[in-house]
C-alpha cells in the first residue's frame, strides 16, 4: 500500500513540474527510461542496485541524455529519482502519471482490438460513441488481434465492451443454458 500512495505522489511531483502542456513528451521520455529498467536486467541492476554511487547512476543518466535530450523536467526528475532511491518504481510511476494526466485533461485511453484494421470512419464513430459513454475525449489505441473471430473488444480504464463474435456467441449459449 505505500508504495501504491508513493507512485502517485512522484507521479502527481512529475506532471506538476513539468506542467499539462508539456506532459505528453515528458511521459513519452518516462516511458523509454522505463522500458529501459523493465527491459533490461543489467540497465535495472545498475539503477536500482545499492552497489553504484548516486554519481555513478547519474553519469550514466547523463549519457542517456546526450542520446535521447529529455527536457529539462524529465532530467531533474529522474536525477530525483536516482537521489531518493526510487528508480526501481518507474514502470509504476509511469502508469500513474499518464492515468492522472487523462484525469486532469478529462480524457479516457481506449483499446480497441479486431481481428483486422478497421477504417478511420469507423474509428470516427466508434470514437463518438465513446465519447458519450465516457463523457471524455477518447484517444484510441488500435490492436490488430487474430484471435478475436469477428468484431471488436473494447478496453476504456477497467471496463471491457464485447462487441465480438466470440462474447456474442457466448452470450448466447448462456441464455440457452439459463432456458
Known sequence: ???????????????NHVGTDKAVGAIEEIAVVRAL????????????GPQFTVGEKKTVLESLNGKLAFSDGTKKFLNYLIEN??????DEIQG??????????????????????LDGNYLDRLKGALKKLTLRDVDIEFVKDP???????IKVGSTMYDGS??????????????G
Open 165 to 178: 463474435l466470440r462474447g456474442q456467441l457466448r452470450l448466447l449459449k448462456e441464455e440457452l443454458i439459463k
Open 37 to 48: 529498467v523493465v527491459k533490461n536486467r543489467d540497465f535495472k541492476g545498475f539503477m536500482v
Open 96 to 117: 500513474a502519471a499518464v492515468a492522472l494526466y487523462l484525469e486532469r485533461t478529462k480524457k479516457a485511453k481506449a483499446t480497441v482490438m479486431a481481428p483486422v484494421e
Open 85 to 90: 532511491d526510487s528508480m526501481g518504481l518507474i
Open 1 to 15: 500500500m505505500k508504495n501504491k500512495k508513493e507512485e502517485k505522489r512522484l507521479a502527481r511531483m512529475f506532471l
Open 147 to 153: 484471435s478475436v473471430l469477428g468484431g471488436v473488444l
